[in-house]
């Protein structure tokens, strides 16, 4: 009997540590490249002397990487599983950063080639897989879990802007220095995915949320009608097209204050010592965003919350347009890394909720490859306009306004109905 017992024991639950690791990752992947190519854009401007709209041009290679890799990431996935798929991610992140150490300015042309394999690192080695796992793992706390998830990139942005400002500023270090930082952190994060991530609680016999497989309940397992939705079902319908509009509401400011916001600043009269501040009051707001998004989001719908975080970095790119003073730049940035964080959990989170965890991969793939075309326009949009203005005010004003638009739309909008359900319907109303 005892040792009937011992077999039944349950084997504790692996999903909070597998969401330890992916949130390492997402320090190691995706924050620190992402802050170490924002924060050392002056310095690269400088010695290559780009042009503003060039600069656009870089940050736009980065955004259309991330995002149309998007697809591909999610055949990956389905043909190789989570793990390996990150494991491609960091060697492409750590083959990249350390060819940007070797850059002259004669070879300056191939920096947007090394900035697109930056981008496609981020898709394969944090960003898709990660929040793959994450869905795969948990449903009850799949908002809080997602949440954590994401606060790993705004911790790591957080403390990234002042270690690279550290490593540069050291004596004979200069900008490449910041990027051997960054091949150590891949080097670092190849060996987490291969030891510490696993695919999905199948593979352990567990559950979402914990559990034995055989204890499976239909709350806690994948719904029946998750295995309804197709990407032509979700894209055919209209709640699928208002997530799009909101998604492009926060990914153009998103994107243009990641590209362009560190110059901005510069502009505006700031040291690079309060751009390295600013950034990281950015990411602080944006951490609390998301905690807060993913505790409240287990009690009412994260559109709602989606829909107050795209008025919240509306304002915020307003401020950021013209701010003049220390306390007014610092209120603009943390409402803009807070709302465009908060967002990021919310779209994340109304996709898995509205369209389950089966197809989530190919849609949140596809969602990302459309938004990433708006991500990556958008800074060449800012900086061709500031080229010819010597401004960048009107660009913020008119992204301000599409961010409400899509606060609109989002707050607007009902749960989709499952094909079937809505067939049911169309059927009996015939």
């Not at 600069?55 to 991330?66: D, E, K, P, R």
């Not at 400002?165 to 220095?177: D, M």
């Not at 055919?236 to 799009?244: I, K, S």
Request: charged share 10%; hydrophobic share 55%; net charge neutral.
């Amino acid at each position: 009997m005892v040792a009937g017992l011992t077999s039944e024991r349950v084997r504790p639950f692996s999903g909070w540590r597998v969401l330890a690791a992916l949130w390492l990752l997402m320090i190691l992947n995706e924050a620190l490249p992402l802050i170490t190519l924002t924060n050392l854009a002056p310095y690269i401007t400088e010695e290559f002397a780009l042009p503003r709209s060039q600069v656009g041009l870089i940050f736009a290679f980065y955004s259309l990487a991330l995002g149309l890799s998007g697809p591909f990431c999610a055949y990956f996935i389905a043909r190789i599983g989570v793990r390996w798929t990150l494991v491609i991610g960091n060697i492409v992140l750590l083959c990249a950063a350390l060819a940007i150490t070797t850059l002259q300015t004669g070879s300056a042309l191939l920096l947007p080639i090394l900035v697109l394999l930056i981008g496609i690192s981020a898709a394969f080695g944090s960003a898709i897989p990660g929040q793959t796992a994450v869905t795969r793992w948990f449903v009850r706390h799949r908002s809080w879990a997602i949440a954590i998830f994401l606060a790993g990139g705004t911790v790591g942005g957080l403390i990234s802007p002042h270690i690279i400002r550290l490593v540069v500023e050291a004596e004979g270090a200069g900008w490449r220095a910041g990027w051997m930082v960054v091949a150590a952190a891949a080097a670092v994060a190849i060996f987490v995915a291969i030891f510490l991530v696993i695919d999905d609680p199948e593979k352990v016999g567990q559950t979402p949320d914990g559990g034995r497989e055989a204890d499976a309940s239909p709350d806690i397992a994948a719904a029946p009608w998750e295995s309804e939705w197709t990407l032509r079902t979700a894209f055919c319908n209209p709640a699928m097209w208002a997530v799009l509009i909101a998604g492009f509401g926060f990914i153009v400011i998103y994107h243009t204050f990641n590209s362009h916001g560190a110059l901005h600043i510069r502009d505006l009269g700031f040291s690079q010592s309060m751009v390295a501040t600013c950034f990281s009051v950015a990411i602080a707001a944006g951490f609390s965003g998301q905690m807060l998004a993913g505790w409240v989001g287990q009690k009412i719908s994260p559109r709602l919350i989606w829909a107050i975080a795209l008025i919240a970095e509306a304002a915020g790119i307003v401020l950021f347009s013209w701010a003049t003073s220390a306390a007014t730049l610092l209120l603009a940035v943390a409402l803009i890394g807070g709302g465009g964080a908060t967002s990021m959990v919310s779209m994340i989170t109304t996709i898995g909720n509205w369209f389950g965890r089966i197809i989530y991969p190919a849609i949140y793939g596809t969602v990302n490859a459309i938004l990433s075309i708006a991500g990556a326009l958008a800074p060449i949009l800012a900086g061709t306009w500031f080229d010819v203005a010597g401004s960048y005010r009107m660009v913020f004003y008119a992204f301000a306004i599409i961010c409400l638009i899509g606060a609109l739309v989002i707050f607007r909008v009902s749960r989709p109905e499952p094909p079937s359900k809505r067939k049911t319907i169309g059927e009996g109303q015939e």
